[in-house]
């Protein structure tokens, strides 16, 4: 849409126009969140009837959309259109309904892509590097992970041949190095803008990467394209509202029907206090699920800044709330935030996480990795895909999915307690959860605890050597992690630690010794 306002405002069509062959484009995304949906749908559509613009380079700090509703990524997981695409993590989930993955995990899969991943601490604060024409991000954070050189390199499929990260030693420590290169084209969203350009998130629950796009792509001397809601003169809004300048936005695209996130467009919980925040938020189905995110409930402290990453850790607030531990002054006593600078609140699960509920403060995507890098968040709650005899973690890359890490590897170098969420079998589990016990229906096909991880995201013992303390929680048993390996401490009523538990482990496990049972109440309905 034209607006006799400003030359700034155009359709989304003139907007992508202005983009071409062979450039970079970093584009702004956290899941649903933040997604400039309609851009990138534009610039997909422009490929698809014109065959242009070629051969481009992504970079998405962050998984972008979803794969189904707000595609996000997808609208760019092309043959021709992508060359190349650096991201943080990528979109793996099957439609609901015709179990198809997502175009991008095609692309990968099919090694039809140059594709990198980095951690996602190193995808923000890369970009202030690139902000400041600084020779690249340096950092300790990964090392001896996939993004190590020695390891990988972030590098996804067998097109992915450059090195764009690098292991360099500097005053006697080794370091990873992730150089600069130009950003063309910035793609990002708003909540409104003004006749100058001037951008504010008043209907957006996160800041993420924004500005340090934006800030990137004007220092390479490239176009930065903003999607906002609404378009409103200066007199509506006081300066100290708007978080990126006009001076960095080229065009603006009013989308005024795009939702908020998947699932969500007007819910003003995820912008701020709302009365009764914790009768508002789901409650999680019983199963083992749920025995899991209450038995990590139960090592979160008053007073201790928490963090959760996406999957099975981050329903632990939600039970939180269900059971009660948040009522009165609890929600206020808890502090609670994930990797995308949301702080206070609700933790939320599924397509929701990222923006918790009710929030009390918001940090945009580089200041949060520095909270995160800094030890700001002394205990955190991760899920896990494998762990191995030699307490290596993997989430990046396992079986038919490649997910990348997101905040992963930031969040457990950072802290000092952690506790890794999830299932001990998964492909079919089936458990059930009646009078205080536990009874394992269906076995999974596929064992999680194995001799050796598919990808290393984490180096676990390690980390333990170096004092953090770790258990492993899963619905039928509870692991503490040393220096040694893992040690059984806790075991489900109702399961046999022989068959349901040893049975599925793919290396000696030492039992302590008392194992104790799981409290019964955490399998209530």
Request: glycine residues 12%.
């Amino acid at each position: 849409m034209r607006h006799p306002m400003i030359g700034k405002v155009c359709d989304a069509a003139q907007a992508v126009a202005l983009i071409g062959d062979g450039q970079a484009v970093a584009s702004t995304g956290v899941i649903g969140w933040l997604t400039p949906d309609a851009l990138l749908a534009a610039l997909g559509e422009r490929f698809q009837n014109g065959g242009t613009p070629r051969d481009l380079t992504f970079y998405f700090p962050c998984a972008t959309g979803d794969g189904v509703g707000i595609r996000g990524m997808d609208h760019v997981a092309v043959k021709g259109l992508m060359r190349r695409i650096v991201s943080g993590s990528f979109i793996n989930p099957r439609h609901p309904e015709t179990g198809a993955r997502p175009a991008l995990t095609e692309l990968i899969q099919n090694d039809l892509v140059e594709a990198y991943t980095w951690p996602m601490g190193a995808t923000m604060h890369w970009l202030r590097e690139v902000a400041r024409r600084g020779p690249g991000y340096l950092t300790r954070v990964g090392l001896g992970t996939y993004a190590d050189p020695r390891h990988g390199g972030g590098k996804f499929t067998r097109l992915a041949t450059d090195d764009l990260v690098r292991l360099v030693e500097l005053g006697g420590q080794e370091y990873l190095w992730y150089p600069s290169w130009p950003l063309d084209v910035g793609l990002i969203r708003a909540g409104s803008a003004d006749a100058d350009g001037n951008l504010s998130f008043e209907d957006q629950p996160l800041l993420s990467s924004a500005l340090a796009i934006a800030l990137a792509v004007k220092a390479c001397g490239g176009t930065v394209i903003a999607q906002v809601s609404r378009l409103v003169t200066p007199e509506e809004r006081p300066a100290r509202e708007v978080r990126v300048p006009g001076a960095l936005v080229d065009r603006v695209v009013v989308v005024p029907d795009a939702p908020t996130g998947t699932g969500v467009r007007d819910d003003p919980g995820y912008l701020g206090h709302v009365p009764h925040a914790v009768a508002r938020v789901p409650r999680l189905p019983g199963g083992p699920d749920k025995v899991i995110a209450r038995r990590v409930a139960r090592e979160v402290r008053r007073g201790e800044t928490s963090i959760f990453g996406f999957g099975a850790s981050s329903d632990a607030v939600l039970v939180m709330a269900e059971d009660g531990a948040l009522d009165g002054e609890g929600l206020r006593e808890h502090l609670f935030t994930t990797e995308h600078g949301s702080f206070g609140g609700i933790v939320m699960s599924g397509w929701q996480f990222s923006a918790n509920y009710a929030p009390r403060a918001l940090l945009d995507g580089p200041a949060q990795f520095d909270f995160i890098d800094g030890g700001g968040c002394p205990f955190a709650a991760l899920a896990f895909a494998q762990i191995d005899a030699l307490g290596r973690v993997n989430v990046s890359r396992f079986g038919a999915a490649n997910p990348g890490a997101g905040g992963f590897v930031d969040i457990a170098h950072g802290a000092a307690r952690l506790v890794f969420a999830g299932t001990l079998t998964t492909g079919g589990l089936r458990a059930e959860c009646t009078a205080g016990r536990l009874r394992i229906l269906e076995e999974g096909r596929v064992a999680k605890l194995v001799p050796s991880v598919d990808h290393v995201t984490y180096r676990l013992r390690e980390g333990v050597a170096a004092g953090q303390s770790a258990l492993v929680v899963t619905e039928r048993a509870v692991f503490d992690v040393t220096a040694d390996g893992l040690v059984l401490t806790e075991v489900a009523p109702g399961v046999d630690v022989e068959r349901d538990v040893l049975a599925h482990i793919g290396f000696p496990v030492r039992k302590a010794p008392g194992v104790t049972l799981m409290d019964a109440s955490l399998f209530r309905p």
